[in-house]
């Protein structure tokens, strides 16, 4: 049996393996995974690091805003540009390989950048336990030769934290979020009028003080999921009220509230049983 390496152990084989990539961009989110390993560059290659994030509908401001407050905190060299996922029907029809599109999207604009400006390598922030999950982006990341530091060095979500919280990274227990566009139930198309729905309603939610939510949009339907330590505060009858006028008012025509709470990938429970099995295919 393999010995399981200890947290010291793993972060040294991160910056070793971050310097074996030489020049590297970053596929930058401003999520935990993906800002601990800027940070992580940036500590290792100094200025020989560039942390690219793509601002587009299924971005939320709010998250762009603070990914690029977080790279100025921590001096991260950071560019932001702009990518067309929305003009791709392969994306918009949002079928389940939804997210290949828009990983291919981000990285052939970064291969041209890679090229462009003479960097070696790209990197995202894929980890061990991202291979649990139904994630079409991974098979993108491979088309285009990406590199997962934090895969690589045996690191898990939860270890990723860990690190973020001993390095005194603010990032270290923000709440995981994915593009706007997985909220939206697998053959709806992908609209920049339901996006922002989406992300007001959320906005509307953390307003009222609510952590960690999804607005998960099925047409006419919206699902709200809290997080469970905080669904007894949202079932309220008077919280149940301001829900019903917030989504309403944003197109909605019922509201839901979903008891099991918030999960990730909660969507992905949808899919076919034939599609999830591709991805050991």
Same mark, same amino acid.
Request: proline letters at 3%; one cysteine or more; aromatic letters at 6%.
């Given at each position: 049996?393999?010995?399981?390496?200890?947290?010291a152990?793993k972060?040294?084989?991160l910056?070793?393996?971050?310097?074996?990539?030489?020049?590297?961009?970053?596929?930058?989110?401003?999520g935990?995974?993906?800002?601990?390993l800027a940070w992580?560059?940036?500590e290792?290659?100094?200025?020989?690091?560039?942390a690219?994030?793509?601002?587009?509908?299924s971005l &939320?401001?709010?998250h762009?805003?603070?990914?690029v @407050?977080? #790279?100025?905190?921590? /001096?991260? =060299? !950071?560019?932001?540009?702009?990518?067309?996922?929305?003009?791709r029907?392969?994306?918009?029809?949002?079928?389940a390989?939804?997210?290949?599109?828009?990983k291919?999207?981000?990285?052939t604009?970064?291969?041209?950048?890679?090229a462009?400006?003479?960097?070696?390598?790209i990197?995202?922030?894929?980890?061990?336990?991202?291979? &649990?999950?139904?994630?079409?982006?991974?098979?993108? @990341?491979? #088309?285009?030769?990406v /590199?997962? =530091? !934090?895969?690589?060095?045996?690191?898990g979500k939860?270890?990723?934290?860990?690190?973020a919280?001993?390095?005194?990274?603010?990032?270290?227990?923000?709440?995981?979020?994915?593009?706007?566009?997985?909220r939206?139930?697998y053959?709806?198309?992908?609209?920049?009028?339901a996006?922002?729905?989406?992300e007001?309603?959320?906005? &509307?939610?953390?307003g009222l003080?609510?952590?960690?939510?999804?607005?998960?949009?099925?047409?006419?339907?919206?699902?709200?999921?809290i997080?469970?330590e905080?669904l007894?505060?949202?079932?309220?009858?008077?919280?149940?009220?301001?829900f019903?006028?917030?989504?309403k008012?944003?197109?909605?025509?019922?509201?839901?509230?979903?008891?099991?709470?918030?999960?990730?990938?909660?969507?992905?429970?949808?899919?076919?049983?034939q599609?999830?099995?591709?991805?050991?295919?």
């Amino acid at each position: 049996m393999v010995p399981q390496m200890d947290l010291a152990t793993k972060s040294l084989a991160l910056q070793s393996r971050l310097r074996e990539l030489g020049r590297l961009l970053v596929a930058y989110s401003g999520g935990v995974d993906s800002a601990y390993l800027a940070w992580a560059a940036r500590e290792v290659l100094g200025e020989n690091m560039l942390a690219i994030i793509a601002d587009s509908p299924s971005l &939320a401001r709010t998250h762009l805003a603070d990914a690029v @407050a977080f #790279a100025k905190e921590q /001096a991260i =060299p !950071l560019e932001v540009i702009a990518t067309s996922e929305l003009d791709r029907p392969e994306y918009v029809r949002n079928d389940a390989q939804r997210c290949f599109f828009c990983k291919d999207e981000l990285f052939t604009a970064m291969e041209q950048l890679r090229a462009s400006r003479g960097f070696d390598t790209i990197a995202y922030g894929l980890n061990r336990d991202d291979q &649990a999950d139904w994630r079409p982006g991974q098979k993108a @990341a491979q #088309a285009h030769s990406v /590199a997962a =530091p !934090l895969l690589d060095a045996g690191l898990g979500k939860d270890e990723i934290r860990t690190l973020a919280r001993n390095a005194g990274l603010r990032i270290w227990n923000k709440p995981a979020s994915a593009c706007l566009s997985s909220r939206i139930e697998y053959g709806r198309s992908v609209t920049r009028e339901a996006l922002d729905a989406v992300e007001r309603g959320e906005d &509307a939610l953390r307003g009222l003080g609510f952590r960690q939510v999804r607005v998960r949009h099925h047409g006419e339907i919206v699902r709200i999921e809290i997080a469970r330590e905080e669904l007894q505060r949202a079932l309220d009858s008077n919280m149940a009220a301001e829900f019903t006028r917030i989504f309403k008012s944003l197109g909605f025509k019922f509201v839901t509230l979903d008891l099991e709470g918030f999960r990730s990938g909660s969507m992905n429970a949808l899919l076919p049983a034939q599609e999830l099995l591709r991805r050991v295919v």
